[in-house]
């Protein structure tokens, strides 16, 4: 199986900061890689797929990046409704793991 | 409205079984992939089963290989997983998820899980 390794696990960030999260694969899945975001008790939503492709209706501040087995996740500008948590996940192979997660909290 | 809805979920013991239920509306449900994930109490996201549009093919995370049972009903556009043997370790939110093509070229086709369920909770405990 390939694992899926996010970094950090958390983070604490203020509105307009810009923030990264990182996702490592254990070996290379070009760019299938997508993001997803959930807010607590909710179910997840998509907002990159093939690594850097904004899904419909998600905001223009998220961008995803990299190819292989480094992937970025970029908040341009964090919003309050972005306080969540983000994961990874590779479609590349089944089984199609996700990242552990990054929680991103209000500093 | 494009949507999933999922039923099913319960209190069971060690051993025990339950089915659960993904309703779908809003799109034509017989021409998509779909997918189970789950999420432990304060953990992750965990894929559990794949089942293709047909039907005819589907695939398990190892863990219940064996146990659960991922089918679907086109007529009544509705996916289920029936889950057996269970364990405390089974104990977990499950989403129903569909997976979309979001984009492909000649040689390649990528996929996400671009609808998901509102999650039924599962509890299995004594």
């Known amino acids: 199986d390939i694992q899926m390794a996010q970094s950090p696990s958390s983070l604490s960030a203020s509105v307009g900061d810009r923030v990264t999260i990182s996702c490592r694969a254990s070996?290379?899945?070009?760019?299938?890689l997508n993001w997803y975001q959930q807010k607590s008790g909710t179910a997840p939503k998509l907002l990159i797929y093939?690594?850097?492709s904004l899904h419909s209706g998600a905001p223009s501040r998220f961008s995803g990046s990299g190819s292989g087995t480094a992937f970025t996740l970029t908040i341009s500008s964090l919003q309050p409704e972005d306080f969540a948590t983000y994961y990874c996940?590779?479609?590349?192979?089944?089984?199609?793991?996700f990242g552990q997660g990054t929680k991103v909290e209000f500093k | 409205e494009v949507q999933l809805v999922g039923s099913g979920g319960g209190l069971v013991q060690p051993g025990g079984s339950l089915r659960l239920s993904c309703a779908a509306s809003?799109?034509?449900?017989?021409?998509?992939?779909m997918n189970w994930v789950r999420q432990a109490p304060g953990k992750g996201l965990e894929w559990v089963s794949y089942?293709?549009?047909?039907?005819?093919?589907?695939s398990y995370t190892d863990s219940v290989k064996g146990r659960f049972t991922v089918s679907r009903d086109n007529a009544k556009n509705s996916l289920y997983l029936q889950m057996n043997s269970l364990t405390v370790e089974d104990s977990a939110v499950y989403y129903c998820?569909?997976?979309?093509?979001?984009?492909?070229?000649?040689?390649?086709?990528?996929?996400?899980?671009?609808?998901w369920g509102q999650g039924t909770m599962v509890t299995v405990s004594s």
């Open positions: 998820a569909r997976a979309a093509l979001m984009d492909y070229d000649s040689s390649n086709n990528w996929f996400a899980f671009d609808i």
């Open positions: 809003g799109f034509r449900f017989s021409i998509y992939e």
């Open positions: 089942i293709g549009s047909t039907g005819t093919t589907t």
């Open positions: 070996q290379s899945i070009t760019t299938f």
């Open positions: 093939a690594a850097s």
């Open positions: 996940q590779q479609s590349f192979s089944t089984p199609q793991t």
